[in-house]
């Protein structure tokens, strides 16, 4: 019965996390690139969420390595992620592998931009 028991609990600890992640993910829709003005999400710079003991992780990238704008997103990110009822702390990772390409914007997008 115990092993069950916490099993359950696991699922249910990883369920959470998973739903913070989004939730996390959905806060970050709020960031937008200056540059092109769409936000990180839906441009694809947002490679992964992880959430875990209310500490929320993102890794991302940005559309260069040169992007002159890059410490405000970076900034931008971690505060949005912050924000997420549940999230305690938030830490973003920037990330060069994969390299960024239009291909990871989203499909409806970038057909409203013509890619």
Same mark, same amino acid.
């Given at each position: ?11 249910? @600890?990883?369920?959470?996390? +998973? ?6 993910? /959905? %806060?970050? $829709?709020? #960031?937008?690139?200056?540059? &092109?003005?769409? @936000?990180?999400?839906?441009? +694809? ?6 959430? /875990? %003991?209310? $500490?929320? #992780?993102?890794?991302?990238? &940005? ?6 704008? +890059? ?7 971690? %505060? ?36």
């Amino acid at each position: 019965l115990i092993p069950d028991r916490v099993h359950a609990m696991s699922e249910t @600890n990883e369920q959470e996390a +998973g739903g913070l992640a989004e939730e996390v993910r /959905e %806060a970050l $829709k709020q #960031v937008i690139d200056p540059e &092109l003005g769409l @936000n990180i999400v839906d441009l +694809g710079l947002v490679y992964d969420v992880e959430v /875990e %003991a209310g $500490k929320a #992780v993102v890794s991302m990238t &940005l559309t260069s390595p040169g992007c002159p704008a +890059g410490p405000q997103i970076l900034g931008s990110a971690q %505060a949005a992620a912050g924000t997420v009822e549940g999230v305690d702390e938030a830490e973003v990772n920037l990330v060069w592998k994969p390299f960024w390409t239009q291909d990871r914007i989203d499909p409806a997008v970038r057909a409203v931009l013509g890619f």
